[in-house]
């Protein structure tokens, strides 16, 4: 399992798996949830996240199926998952689901620039219901790719205070709109996702330090 591919760099401390907060800290927030749907939504992800950290695949392959998991839960015509390049303070598309991914991938976006860009920049979140209308929306994209965003909504994924990178996800199905219950659940699963990162992470370089000794 190699994970060198990613320009993304934690200090690689291991930590107790995601499993154990899973059970305990974050075991409360869904009890006392009070929605069984987001419940079940939250529970499946996590488990989901939990079994992609161990399967031997390549990084770029991991974090498509995170995006397939949480696509999932909030069912969507197309995601993003984007991941900031501290050096160039520039985000890329690591991962893309249900748009032309060849052409997409070979576009930048530069920190605070467009809806995603402004999402990394403050870290907050943004639900965007009438896309047309925002002007922050970088409609070049769009229009490479030839997909009308209708709606979307965008999280910052964050380990240990420090960006990663985006979620975004496109074109509600199933409803009209993003919900302010939807963004709640992908705030929640996006620090889920976080936590999933910096353990695969965290595992792929104990593995590697493990076979630089045994060689």
């Not at 529970?43 to 996240?49: H, T």
């Not at 991914?101 to 530069?110: A, G, L, N, Q, V």
Request: net charge negative.
């Amino acid at each position: 399992m190699s994970d060198q591919d990613t320009p993304f760099i934690i200090q690689p401390v291991l930590e107790e798996p995601p499993a154990s907060e899973h059970s305990s800290a974050t075991g409360g927030i869904l009890l006392n949830s009070g929605n069984d749907f987001q419940n079940a939504g939250k529970i499946a992800a996590l488990e989901a996240f939990l079994g992609l950290i161990v399967r031997d695949q390549p990084f770029d392959d991991f974090m498509r199926d995170m995006l397939l998991v949480v696509m999932k839960v909030v069912h969507s015509e197309a995601g993003s998952l984007f991941e900031f390049d501290h050096r160039n303070q520039t985000l890329f598309f690591r991962s893309v689901v249900g748009q032309a991914s060849d052409t997409i991938k070979k576009f930048t976006i530069p920190l605070g620039t467009g809806i995603v860009g402004q999402v990394a920049e403050t870290r907050k979140p943004m639900l965007v219901l009438n896309v047309e209308e925002n002007r922050r929306h970088l409609r070049a994209i769009q229009e490479a790719v030839g997909f009308e965003a209708r709606n979307l909504v965008a999280v910052p994924i964050q380990i240990h205070g420090k960006l990663f990178g985006v979620l975004e996800l496109l074109n509600r199905v199933g409803q009209e709109n993003y919900t302010p219950a939807d963004l709640e659940l992908l705030i929640y699963l996006c620090e889920g996702a976080g936590k999933a990162i910096e353990a695969r992470l965290t595992l792929a370089w104990a593995l590697n330090r493990t076979s630089g000794q045994v060689a």
